[in-house]
């Protein structure tokens, strides 16, 4: 029992050290392990097994809509990346460079990818001459480096995994609808799979990416009342194919440039189910999500016919298309029950003497450890309901902390007493002026989430100056 508790308390409560407890979670469930490369994490079976299920389904959701995977090189010549002014611009601090390769000095700096913009446009170049090569919808799955300064597991690290789609059209309407088409995409996956409710819009001037023409977000609402960018999707109008030369002849034979996208969703999303979904015993995990949906624990398995038992029962779950395992170790069963739970595994199966003498077994939920005693012929088909309701009920409580933790404020006074004493996001009124939005994140160090698709009006006025206002606003914290 000791042990038992001992892995328990290895995990600060959210509310004594909300930082403290995320690194205890990233740790304690085995989804991470620090590399000797400041910055660069060791993803272990545990957290690459969720990266793997993401990418799973975003990758069939992706070619539901067109898309073709692709893998472009990891180098971009500087030159290559100097030809967007606004996007060197905005990367240059995050670069990471190539000066050397073997003994000899290399004549042209080579650029360890942030981003592979340029690397597309210059394909594209090449392989677009005319309207009957559009669209071109790829996407590739790779890895990027932005040298950070300060960093945390999945949120932000010098080296993280994530997908890139970049599209090319033939008009802007075209590139438009792909642009919000991928960004739904993004939303309907978090909100089905990941069970994350998310607020929908696009960023200001100050906030989108570097060379876009419109930059789009979806903004989730970590445990703590903090956001966590979760995806975006570009649109790049022609900007970037006047830089690159990115022309083709129409149906007209009138040469005309692309209109350009480009979307991504990262491991960082792995934080924001950790932020979302996580509780004082640990990470909990989506059922649809979790790469192990039940463990199967037997109890008292020393005793003749209880292993057998547990191994039938496990065999039954995987038939049904269950992603289950089976803990048959010497540990006691309270520190398997805490493994467990630490891993964030949506549910086990209790079995011991007691229970195959009745010929039933016990059910137990991760996220609010409600037990169903079932008979063991049915445990397949009612741990498939409990998941779903459990999914189900995990969605719920994090929409509900979503919309109980969305203010209004009207005037500048209540705007910074929200940011400052009540964790969450503020609606107010602003008149489209990037020095209020500066001002706003030196006096709060809140900063504008989105600009929602659905407009609500506040007030007239602008929370920060009092000039007549153009939008509303989500403002917040933010990781």
């Known amino acids: ?37 400041k910055g660069c994490m060791i993803l272990r079976p545990n957290g690459y097994a969720i990266w793997e299920n993401i990418q799973k389904e975003l990758d069939r959701r992706f070619k539901e809509t067109g898309v073709e995977n692709v893998y472009m090189p990891m180098f971009i010549p500087e030159s290559l990346l100097q030809r967007e002014k606004d996007h060197v611009e905005g990367f240059a601090p995050e670069v990471a460079w190539v000066t ?29 001459q005319s309207y009957r090569d559009l669209p071109k919808v790829y996407n590739q799955w790779c890895s990027v480096v932005r040298w950070e300064k300060t960093t945390r597991p999945f949120l932000r690290t010098a080296e993280f ?26 939303a309907d996956f978090c909100n089905e799979v990941l069970a994350i409710p998310l607020l929908k819009g696009r960023k200001t001037d100050k906030e989108k990416f570097a060379g876009a023409h419109a930059t789009y977000t979806i903004e989730a609402m970590m445990h703590d009342g903090k956001a966590l960018q979760s995806g975006t999707s570009h649109n790049f109008g022609d900007g970037f194919a006047k830089a690159f030369g990115i022309q083709y002849l129409d149906k007209n034979n009138k040469l005309s440039y692309v209109h350009q996208t480009s979307w991504g969703l990262s491991t960082r999303i792995i934080g924001a189910i950790i932020m979302v979904h996580g509780d004082d015993f640990g990470l909990v995990l989506p059922p649809r999500i979790a790469p192990t949906q039940v463990m199967v624990i037997p109890i008292a398995m020393q005793k003749e016919g209880v292993l057998d038992k547990a191994e039938e029962l496990y065999n039954s779950l995987c038939e049904a298309g269950l992603r289950a395992k089976l803990d048959s170790s010497d540990k006691s069963p309270g520190w398997k029950f805490s493994e467990q739970e630490i891993q964030g ?24 450890r409600e037990k169903t005693i079932v008979p063991i012929g049915e445990a397949a088909a009612r741990l498939k309901e409990i998941l779903e309701k459990e999914q189900e009920d995990m969605y719920n409580r994090a929409y ?11 005037d500048y006074e209540s705007f910074k007493d929200i940011i400052a004493n009540k964790p969450g996001f503020v609606k107010a009124m602003w008149c489209g002026d990037e020095a209020c939005e500066l001002k706003i994140k030196e006096d709060t160090t809140a900063t504008s989430r989105c600009i929602p698709f659905e407009q609500e009006k506040i007030s007239d006025t602008c929370i920060c100056c009092n000039k007549p206002a153009k939008a509303m606003v989500y403002w917040g914290k933010a990781y």
């Open 1 to 37: 029992m000791a042990k038992d508790k001992k892995l328990v308390e290895s995990v600060t409560p959210m509310n004594e050290d909300f930082a403290k407890w995320y690194t205890d979670v990233v740790k304690n469930a085995e989804l991470i392990e620090y590399s000797g490369i």
């Open 100 to 128: 050397q390769g073997g003994n000899e000095e290399l004549a042209e700096r080579l650029c360890v990818r942030p981003t592979s913009e340029t690397l597309f446009c210059d394909l594209y170049s090449n392989i677009i």
């Open 161 to 186: 995994l994530w997908q890139e789609g970049h599209t090319a059209h033939a008009t802007a309407e075209e590139a438009e609808e792909r642009t919000i088409q991928m960004l739904n995409v993004y």
């Open 345 to 368: 595994i949506p549910a086990r199966i209790e079995i011991g003497p007691k229970d195959i003498e009745t010929g039933q077994c016990v059910i137990v939920r991760r996220d609010n």
């Open 400 to 410: 509900e902390h979503l919309h109980s933790s969305l203010y209004e404020a009207k």
